[in-house]
């Protein structure tokens, strides 16, 4: 019988110390983790819940180790994250528009690549399935607000200019980091799947009770009634979403066919 272990991380603030001041305060990400972690609960997965001050580059990667160490071939991972998403330059040339997508952590950004190397210390015949209710866009300036229905919600993007002056303060630790990155390389690319809130030049939108994107999936899953596969599922999301939030659906290595045809969130 298969495993299913899910970590998830929701941040409604970041530590200020950390990034020149700024505290990143959000409403509903520590909502979108706990009602997460009870629709994976449901579904028979173990879950490990990591909220705000928990939500370290450290705890988040030492959960991560840890079901890497325990799941085999066949089990699943399920993780997701609410909270800031940001870019920074990438210094070593591996992004075609030059920029490295990041998780905005309580203490530090974590680039996209890094998220590819713990998911890579798992057995290759391990499902993964991501959620990210976050944006990464360095070039949205118009913040969609009460015309989308979402009452003039906070997007989850840190602003340009923290970014810019989180990279300077930090250039040779980030800078080190990416060039340490591209010489392990991409290794052997697992299959997985991830869909995300908003495409890149769009912005995910947070929200009183629950982020835009959550919200969405919570009332299309609908405790469990909803039947289809992955992309049905990502389809049915998309269309609960204003053309200004359009959630994006990304596979990784080749999650295999009896997998994406698998209903979300089976163990």
Known sequence: ???GLSIHVGLNQVDPAKYNG???QLTACENDARDMAELARAAGFQDTVLLTEQGTVGNITTE???AARKLQDGDILLFTYSGHG???PDTEGDEPDELDETLVFYDREFLDDELKREFRRFSPGVRIFSLLDCCHSGTATEVPGAGDGNGGAAPRVM????????FE?????????QRELRKEGD???HGSVLISACQDDQVAMDGSANGAFTAALLRVWDEGAFNGAYQDFHRSIKERLPRSQVPNFHTTGNPGADFLAQKPFTV
Do not use: I, S
């Open 86 to 88: 940001g870019q920074m």
């Open 169 to 177: 303060q930090n250039k040779e630790f980030y800078q080190n980091l």
């Open 187 to 189: 290794g052997a690319a």
């Open 159 to 166: 602003p340009v200019l923290r970014q810019q002056q989180v």
């Open 64 to 66: 991560l180790r840890k």
């Open 22 to 24: 700024w505290d990143g």
């Open 1 to 3: 019988m298969a495993t």
